[in-house]
């Protein structure tokens, strides 16, 4: 397979456009590609081409999609990643992670004992089209801004999860409670942060419908957790 760049500005079979700086760059420079090369490109909404480079020069890069590509399909349920913000740059392994398995959007979340202070949503987005890129999905999840968990809790998704500790009360029959029902068409994941929910937190998660589920036994990293779940998640719903 050719490389591949992510164009969000794609239009149609036989258009040119011009890539955006960075991708260019790393057409031109990295890569070394020119004037007639093929390539595939994308637009992170489930379109993709073949495209043949028409120019590339230090002043723009344009290329010409002359084939659709089929995209690999997406996931039966769409589902969002509401994360709490992390420690570091771990964010940045969960949104690579979910973009990997599939999630079409990740909210950061502001806890109550939340302790990560990145707000960096450009770069995240960043890692997402990355991520996109090297698994060869041609969606790139919508990454938002830091909203509360109190805001997330007013969310609209057909399914709401709390993922929380293997010790929560009832927590062991949230699974099998997602088994037996239908697959949605939308879902919330909801990850708290690396101290857990407060109680409160977890009274308001119950009040506003949420369904409290759990991975086994063992506790695992907050970072590593939620690819854990997601993957869980598309079993039960038949993605994989």
């Not at 994308?42 to 999609?65: H, K, M, N, Q, W």
Request: net charge positive.
């Amino acid at each position: 397979m050719p490389p591949r760049f992510f164009i969000p500005g794609l239009t149609a079979v036989g258009q040119p456009v011009p890539m955006p700086e960075d991708e260019a760059t790393h057409l031109r420079r990295v890569l070394r590609l020119g004037k007639g090369d093929m390539v595939a490109v994308f637009d992170g909404r489930g379109a993709e081409y073949l495209a043949r480079v028409e120019e590339a020069t230090s002043r723009v890069t344009i290329v010409r999609p002359c084939e659709a590509i089929p995209a690999t399909p997406e996931p039966v349920v769409a589902l969002t990643v509401a994360q709490a913000l992390l420690k570091g740059r771990k964010f940045d392994d969960v949104v690579r992670d979910v973009t990997m398995v599939g999630a079409v959007a990740v909210q950061p979340l502001l806890t109550a004992r939340t302790e990560g202070r990145s707000r960096d949503t450009e770069r995240w987005a960043r890692v997402a089209v990355a991520s996109a890129k090297q698994c060869r999905r041609a969606v790139v999840p919508d990454v938002r801004t830091p909203i509360s968990f109190n805001d997330v809790c007013h969310d609209r998704s057909a399914l709401k999860l709390l993922l929380v500790e293997p010790s929560a009360v009832g927590a062991g029959t949230g699974l099998r409670q997602v088994r037996e029902g239908p697959a949605p068409a939308t879902a919330l994941l909801a990850v708290g942060p690396e101290g857990g929910w407060t109680d409160a937190e977890l009274d308001a998660a119950r009040a506003a419908g949420f369904i409290a589920v759990t991975l086994g036994r063992r506790t695992l990293r907050a970072d590593a957790v939620v690819v854990s779940a997601v993957s869980v998640l598309q079993y039960i719903w038949g993605d994989f």
